[in-house]
């Protein structure tokens, strides 16, 4: 099967329809895998009510999802490069939309736990896929680095809008809607994308190496859980257990990936200067995103008083930043070394983070949107070019490989963000309320639940207070971003890296 397209003779083809049709198809799915990350936070009282989970399995139903997404990327990323990436993505989407009609209609909690769980499989199986089959689609340049744009920005996207699509549905209907919605996107992609998607797989011979594929598991599944838990909880012997033990797990990965003949993941490619200089970037950006999240959305409701559906809505605002930085970016690329502009792309977001360290209790809400604004833009702006940078770096027999370890990055620089950034601001919240009643000095949603009048507001300060230095930490994480593109980047380009190799078609 072959890639439909219109080209000149001199240079890469381009695509054509047919080939953005593809893309079109492939990102509505892309939507709900991200969307599902955060889909649960307002089902999880509607779910509490029916189910009756105990407070460990309430977290495991939120949890479990995110966790075998994040510890099979790589494993799915790899097979795809094997047996097929439209194969897996078809694969991934039926385990998608099947899982899904099963989670809505769970009738006990360690069910709907074992289904997140299928749905994280069937996610991790879609994800990487879908932007290795962006590597073979778009071998033009200009074109490949709008489809990446674009992927992005809905990856980007899904996760704040999980929110706000979750409480829109469950206005009108039962929590098990917020499953459902995943169908139709699903039997899409299905139906087309036989008919749309070319087959691209590396000719690869030998058996998959499952061995590999658990070491991967078992490294990213305790690195990342036990990074949360302490995001949580604060220290304790089983997380940083857990940490230790994925860390050492992953150094026996890392060796084997030398020594055998066909490795999950080219070791050599993590050297290449545009491979692991976006690698490294966008594991940043992502700390810098996440950590930081959690403090807005508090802000917001906490300390504004607004609903969860109103402050959900109101977190989508930043994506006027994105709509208008992004593609400015793009245009600056043409003309300017990509690191250059990735770098001023990080240094308007650590703009937009300082910004928010100026924010207090009483501030306007444009201020704090402003902001958050100029943050979400620089820093997609940047991503999308690193995405770009990284994927024309690996060889197209291995863009799903590739592509896995970029997504894994991500994750691992998110929960990394939760946990140190998330501590910062734990430890100041704590400082500043010294002297309160316990449930007043551990979080601002205890000291909303039981305080009032003015040892409300002092939490309210002491909170902002804690958000004003996350975003300090964001924003140095973003300074640091900067550098390293321009360090490490510099002088390289998509053209420079194979961007321009035929796409393996069977």
Not at 29 to 48: G, Q, W
Not at 319 to 341: E, H, I, N, S
Not at 387 to 396: F, K, M, R, S, T
Request: aromatic share 6%; charged share 10%.
């Amino acid at each position: 099967m072959t890639t439909e397209s219109t080209g000149h003779s001199a240079g890469p083809p381009t695509a054509g329809r047919r080939e953005w049709t593809a893309l079109a198809v492939l990102m509505l799915p892309l939507l709900l895998v991200s969307m599902d990350v955060s889909i649960l936070y307002f089902a999880i009282p509607s779910i509490s009510q029916d189910l009756e989970p105990s407070a460990t399995q309430q977290l495991w139903i939120l949890d479990m999802y995110g966790f075998v997404l994040a510890g099979l990327l790589i494993t799915m990323g790899a097979l795809g490069d094997r047996v097929g990436r439209r194969r897996m993505v078809l694969g991934g989407a039926a385990l998608f939309g099947a899982a899904s009609v099963v989670a809505a209609y769970a009738h006990s909690a360690e069910m709907l736990i074992a289904v997140r769980a299928l749905l994280g499989v069937g996610g991790a199986a879609l994800m990487p896929s879908t932007l290795a089959i962006i590597r073979n689609l778009f071998l033009d340049e200009k074109q490949r680095g709008r489809a990446i744009a674009l992927w992005t920005g809905v990856m980007t996207t899904g996760i704040s809008l999980g929110p706000v699509v979750s409480g829109l549905l469950l206005a009108h209907f039962w929590w098990g809607s917020v499953f459902l919605v995943n169908l139709p996107a699903m039997a899409l992609l299905l139906i087309l994308g036989p008919l749309l998607l070319p087959e691209f797989r590396a000719p690869v011979r030998g058996t998959f190496d499952l061995f590999s594929a658990a070491l991967s598991l078992a490294t990213l599944l305790p690195v990342i859980y036990g990074i949360k838990e302490l995001a949580a909880h604060g220290y304790a012997p089983l997380p940083a257990l857990s940490v230790t033990a994925g860390l050492a797990v992953g150094v026996v990965f890392v060796l084997r990936q030398q020594r055998v003949e066909h490795p999950m993941i080219d070791l050599s490619l993590l050297r290449h200067r545009a491979f692991g200089g976006s690698l490294l970037a966008n594991l940043l950006a992502m700390f810098a995103t996440v950590g930081f999240a959690v403090f807005l959305s508090q802000y917001l409701q906490s300390v504004l008083g607004m609903s969860a559906l109103r402050a959900a809505l109101w977190s989508l605002a930043p994506m006027a930043g994105v709509a208008v930085l992004a593609p400015t970016a793009a245009l600056a690329a043409k003309r300017f070394d990509r690191a250059y502009v990735m770098g001023a792309g990080f240094a308007v977001s650590a703009c937009g983070f300082l910004w928010l360290s100026r924010v207090h209790s009483g501030s306007a809400l444009w201020v704090t949107v402003a902001g958050a604004a100029v943050y979400a833009g620089g820093l997609v702006a940047a991503m999308t070019l690193a995405n770009e940078l990284a994927l024309g770096a690996a060889p197209p027999e291995r863009a799903g490989s590739a592509a896995a370890v970029l997504e894994s990055g991500q994750e691992l620089g998110g929960a990394l963000g939760m946990a140190i950034l998330g501590s910062v601001g734990a430890a100041v919240y704590r400082a500043d309320m010294a002297g309160a009643p316990d449930a007043v000095r551990e979080t601002l949603g205890g000291a909303t639940a039981v305080a009032h009048g003015e040892l409300l507001a002092s939490a309210h300060h002491a909170f902002v207070h804690a958000l004003d230095c996350a975003a300090i930490g964001a924003a140095v994480a973003m300074a640091g971003a900067a550098v390293l593109s321009v360090v490490l980047l510099r002088g390289t380009s998509p053209a420079a890296v194979r961007a321009t190799e035929p796409a393996l078609l069977v």
